[in-house]
């Protein structure tokens, strides 16, 4: 059981620290909007309103007793980065921290920031490739150019695992299938309400956006 | 090639707007912002500063040759709700809209968008997850309640497969190592770089936040 700090209770802020207790972990939450810590009193474990980017109140929440804190300060770029450096200050082990920008990513990073993330942008990639082939279901980098794909059988129904690993390029690497993950020879027809575990390079996820 | 509207060019809209674009497709973005409208100019087909809700604007940019639309007008409530109406109204075939709340996303699902998003909240829950395992690479649901999960070998290095499905109760569906995806038999000892493609149940990726 661990403690989690979570400086900033936007969309992304909240739903880092709703999903932390959900899973069992304290939560201490800091925000210096007065009504967002109301909102989120009952739902975790405890909520300061607060100036994250300030070292008295980081030491009056006990900072050393915290695992890892999450600055989710996105539009605030001063506040963001300060933040950031004192949790650095204060030698918080794990720092994840939310961006709105590049240029964001990249002072966070040389800040000391172990993890940035940039969601908006990321999100809005996912939502290009998944309007291009209404069939995708979701995919995950695995690194910067090969992805696991996760896409409905659609027009290769009836085809079997080797056709589909000829036509898009990619590798099967199962069969989603009544609810679970199924074992299929490669010369199985595949059924109507298959999902195809696939994974591959960059291209071939582009090239599915131009298949039907 | 196909055209595309996106409404709102904000992180989101613009990085869907940019990503389209980048795949071959025509995109024609609008906002009301000026500025917005002047930063996107030079990186995707045409921008067009204006009000999306306007049934005029819609006209006059030929809304009948879309393919689909985004509208990714997130805290602008009503804009958001009555844009996705206005492109109903006009026939576009496949809306895809950005919800900043679970009110909004079920109010954009009635009103007719076919697919919505919520991405900060989706973020905040998958940074939940990486921050509490921090060799978790990635993971992306099949459905409700199963995942594909990508995560570092880390301590199962050296051991095997069948260990890190008894130790996991996920599924293994492959290794990727030195760049590709490779066939290893259950019992082969796993390397230090390796990255495990996994499946399974939500009970088994709430699990994995517990190992280190
Ligand atoms: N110095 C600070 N100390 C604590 N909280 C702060 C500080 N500065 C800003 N915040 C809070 O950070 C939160 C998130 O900021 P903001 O909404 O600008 O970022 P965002 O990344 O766009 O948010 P979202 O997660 O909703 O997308 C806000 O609720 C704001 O009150
Ligand atoms: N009626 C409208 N017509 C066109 N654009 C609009 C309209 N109303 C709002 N917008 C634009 O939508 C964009 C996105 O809105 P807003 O920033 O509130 O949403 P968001 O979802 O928080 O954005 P982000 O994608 O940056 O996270 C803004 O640039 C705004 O100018």
Redesign the interface.
Known sequence: KQQ?LVAGL???????????YG?G?EVLGIDLNERLCEDLKTEITHVVQGDATDLDVLRAIDIEQFE?A?V?IGTHFEASVLTTLRLKQVRVP?I?A?A??WEQVQVLQLTGAH?V?F???????H??????N?HL???????A??S?V?IEVGSWVGTNLADVERQSGL?A??V?RA???VAVADSDPLAPQD?L?L?GHNSAL?AL?RMR
């Not at 969601?119 to 990639?125: N, V």
């Not at 939502?127 to 291009?132: E, P």
């Open positions: 989690y936007g969309r992304f802020g909240s739903s880092v620290a709703r999903t932390l899973l972990h890892a999450v989710a794990y994840l939310k709105v920008s993890r993330i969601p908006e942008e990321e999100a809005g990639e939502a290009a490739y998944r309007l291009l209404r279901v979701d995919y995950l980098r695995l690194d150019t090969v696991v996760a590798t690497l199962g989603f609810g679970r993950m999902k575990v994974a582009q956006t």
